[in-house]
């Protein structure tokens, strides 16, 4: 049976990307790898924090595509230690944020294994637009 997708619909013009970001969204949360914390500094800023012990900042990237922002690890070059237990992670990911229209990214500081992103998001007020009439 196929599911019904809302986004289909006559009153809803230009969401069909809407679906895949959040099927995309309900994928990524299914993995709990780096923790994070998403923390709501006013109406207008919001900072990600993600746990990245063992990691190096030229281990990570940030990039934002579209109205997505990527965040990367990339695995660390193997030693020749042995370990006799290996408790701290250091695999490679990436983490997935949707951001909404307008949103940017002010600042990302990576302090004490701790990575911080600063968004600040758009003023709902500036989304209103008068649209003028011409006659024929």
């Known amino acids: ?10 009153f809803l013009l230009g969401f069909d990307h809407l679906e895949e970001i ?8 299914e993995d709990s790898y780096p923790p994070y914390n998403v923390l709501r500094l006013n109406d207008q800023d919001i900072r990600i924090t993600l746990a990245l012990a063992g990691f190096s900042v030229d281990r990570l990237e940030i990039t934002v595509e579209g109205n997505q922002l990527y965040i990367r690890g990339l695995r660390a070059e193997e030693t020749e230690n042995v370990y006799l237990h290996r408790g ?4 490679q990911f990436e983490r997935t944020f949707v951001l909404a229209e307008g ?10 294994g701790l990575l911080n992103i600063d968004i600040t998001l758009p003023d709902p007020k500036d989304r209103i637009q008068k649209v003028s009439i011409r006659t024929g």
Do not use: V, Y
């Open 103 to 112: 949103a940017t990214i002010q600042d990302a500081i990576f302090e004490n």
């Open 1 to 10: 049976m196929e599911a019904i997708s809302l986004f289909r619909s006559p």
């Open 88 to 91: 701290i992670a250091t695999r």
């Open 22 to 29: 959040l099927n995309r969204t309900a994928k990524s949360q």
